[in-house]
């Protein structure tokens, strides 16, 4: 039988958005950014509180049904253990469907929020397992989970009756290196732009993206010079530009300039790798094109903070 947490236990979890891809790693590699969702939970004698500030207040669920509440449910059974009743309050700064990992980093902030109610008993490995079932994929979790960069990849069974495994390893990134999100004011579908990807590509795309994305892991770590080249695709980008005119004709202009500009994740957020600021001129063009700036640095592993 479960063991029942005490009334009044805290945490609270910060946890960093994240972009995939990186150009050419297509749900595989990934990296944490310094955008943040913070999310308080309390244990209560019963019934459920949800509460959403910031990003996607009003528009997101205050019940069962919230990512968040599902995650802490979801790390709680694995825990073995039970909360009679929850308070879950969080405050959002990563844009929703944005390409900025924000459904990631409620998956995560969940489970981590469960494992450090129960005690900590699941490893990080254990946390991406579960925050990335969630997602089905697990290069924004991992990232969010472990910081930094990742290169994360599924383990589809052969037999079909037990569940993917979700695997990561961290990619510790070059110091200088800093990233710029020039965010449009629309939510982009992750369903609807994969819908558009083909189901077959030939083996010259297959051969360049396999090259660039080797480029890349290097890129990150030793040789940020190789940024531009590293971020190259031809799997998935080429083929959402239609439906992503805007991130399209940003990524194509930046990268005409020398930027090392893609798309992040499914979109529709245009990210830029760089270890100098973005020129200011730029930017300004973004801001008056009705995009958001945000000027980010690397960020570190999601955070647990808990209170007796």
């Known amino acids: 039988m479960a063991s029942e947490l005490p009334v009044g236990k805290k945490v609270t979890v910060t946890v960093p958005g994240s972009s995939a891809n990186l150009g050419p790693g297509f749900d595989t590699l990934g990296?944490?950014?310094?955008?943040?969702?913070t999310v308080e939970v309390e244990v209560t004698d019963s019934g459920l509180v949800v509460e959403v500030f910031g990003e996607g207040q009003g528009e997101l669920p205050l019940d069962g049904s919230h990512l968040v509440v599902k995650a802490i449910r979801c790390a709680l059974k694995a825990a073995d253990v039970h909360a009679p009743g929850l308070r879950v309050v969080c405050h959002n700064t990563i844009p929703q469907s944005r390409g900025l990992g924000s459904?990631?980093?409620?998956?995560?902030?969940?489970?981590?929020?469960?494992?450090?109610?129960?005690?900590?008993?699941?490893?990080?490995?254990q946390v991406v397992q579960l925050?990335?079932?969630?997602?089905?994929?697990?290069?924004?979790?991992a990232a969010s989970v472990?910081?930094?960069?990742?290169?994360?990849?599924?383990?589809?069974?052969?037999?079909?009756?037990?569940?993917?495994?979700?695997?990561?390893?961290?990619?510790?990134?070059?110091?200088?290196?800093?990233?710029?999100?020039?965010?449009?004011?629309?939510?982009a579908s992750t369903e609807a732009v994969r819908r558009v990807l083909p189901s077959d590509v030939t083996h010259v795309d297959a051969r360049f993206n396999v090259s660039r994305c080797a480029v890349m892991t290097v890129a990150l770590q030793h040789h940020p010079e190789l940024l531009w080249e590293g971020t190259r695709d031809r799997l998935?980008?080429?083929?959402?530009?239609?439906?992503?005119?805007?991130?399209?004709?940003?990524?194509?202009?930046?990268?005409?300039?020398g930027y090392a500009a893609y798309l992040s994740g499914a979109g529709p957020t245009c990210m830029i790798l760089s270890t100098?600021?973005?020129?200011?001129?730029?930017?300004?063009?973004?801001?008056?094109?009705?995009?958001?700036?945000?000027?980010?640095?690397?960020?570190?592993?999601?955070?647990?903070?808990?209170?007796?």
């Not at 459904?103 to 490995?125: E, I, K, Q, R, T």
């Not at 998935?236 to 300039?257: C, S």
């Open 146 to 187: 472990l910081g930094n960069a990742v290169v994360s990849w599924t383990e589809v069974p052969v037999d079909g009756r037990t569940e993917p495994q979700y695997k990561a390893v961290t990619v510790p990134v070059h110091e200088k290196i800093i990233a710029t999100a020039l965010v449009p004011d629309f939510h």
């Open 131 to 141: 925050a990335s079932a969630f997602e089905g994929h697990p290069d924004n979790a």
């Open 31 to 37: 990296m944490a950014v310094s955008i943040y969702d």
């Open 103 to 125: 459904s990631a980093a409620a998956a995560v902030a969940g489970v981590a929020a469960g494992n450090g109610l129960a005690g900590f008993p699941l490893s990080a490995a």
């Open 276 to 308: 100098e600021p973005v020129e200011e001129k730029i930017l300004q063009e973004a801001r008056d094109a009705g995009l958001r700036v945000f000027n980010l640095e690397v960020a570190g592993p999601v955070e647990v903070k808990v209170d007796a």
């Open 236 to 257: 998935h980008q080429p083929y959402r530009a239609d439906v992503l005119p805007v991130t399209a004709e940003w990524v194509n202009r930046l990268r005409n300039r």
